[in-house]
């Protein structure tokens, strides 16, 4: 009964010591590169949460605005309103109106080359949320051959009996640095899919109302 009282009691400090096993078990090697990727992955996140934040793409009161100031015809008010917004609008609406003087259709060529061109800087920061969701296995799996490895070489010893202490550890390290491989590469994928996502929504956005406005002009 002694005995039974004593490892309940040492089952959850054990329990409680699984993720301190866990990150002693990655390396100093794998946790410094699985350290990196997870902070490159939380800036990513930050960066693109702040990009992509509506009044960053749309400020609020800026259609009414626009279009109450280009109803009374004050032209170079609107076209001064929009060079001054850095917001996705204000470049898309600027670049357009720049080449209005040429007609319309030139106009909206040159915002939607404006909106591509934003478009493709979010892409490329969001492509590589996709790198990070790839590289997360991959190196779960170096971890792993490399873990394997010194298992096996630890079973081969001639003449000698496998160290059980030595087997585990390379077979915990194997398992550990698959394990926090997995677990970078799940966020990193679903964080992919939802800025590729709100990038197409945003920017359709911006380009019809920056159409709209262009043609009231």
């Given at each position: 009964a002694a005995a039974q009282d004593a490892d309940a009691a040492a089952a959850p400090a054990a329990d409680d010591n699984k993720v301190v096993f866990i990150i002693r078990s990655v390396g100093w090697?794998?946790?410094?590169?699985?350290?990196?990727?997870?902070?490159?992955?939380?800036?990513?996140?930050?960066?693109?949460?702040?990009?992509?934040r509506m009044p960053n793409a749309i400020p609020a009161g800026f259609v009414d605005e626009f279009t109450e100031t280009v109803n009374q015809r004050k032209f170079?008010?609107?076209?001064?309103?929009?060079?001054?917004?850095?917001?996705?609008?204000?470049?898309?609406?600027t670049a357009g109106m720049y080449r209005l003087?040429?007609?319309?259709?030139?106009?909206?060529?040159?915002?939607?080359?404006?909106?591509?061109?934003?478009?493709?800087?979010k892409d490329s920061k969001n492509n590589y949320t996709a790198v990070i969701a790839s590289?997360?296995?991959?190196?779960?799996?170096?971890?792993?051959?490399?873990?394997?490895?010194?298992?096996?070489?630890?079973?081969?010893?001639?003449?000698?009996?496998?160290?059980?202490?030595?087997?585990?550890?390379n077979v915990a390290?194997?398992?550990s640095v698959t394990l926090i491989g997995i677990a970078i590469s799940v966020p990193a994928i679903a964080f992919n899919a939802f800025f590729r996502n709100r990038i197409a929504r945003v920017t359709m956005d911006v380009g019809h109302i920056a159409d709209d406005l262009l043609t009231q002009m």
């Open positions: 090697v794998f946790g410094a590169v699985l350290l990196g990727c997870s902070v490159w992955l939380i800036a990513l996140v930050v960066l693109l949460f702040l990009d992509l170079k008010e609107a076209f001064d309103m929009a060079k001054s917004d850095p917001s996705f609008l204000g470049r898309v609406l003087q040429y007609g319309l259709d030139d106009a909206r060529e040159s915002a939607l080359n404006t909106l591509e061109s934003i478009k493709g800087d590289l997360g296995p991959m190196l779960g799996l170096v971890g792993t051959v490399f873990g394997m490895i010194g298992a096996f070489m630890e079973l081969g010893k001639p003449g000698t009996t496998a160290n059980p202490t030595a087997l585990a550890s390290h194997a398992l």
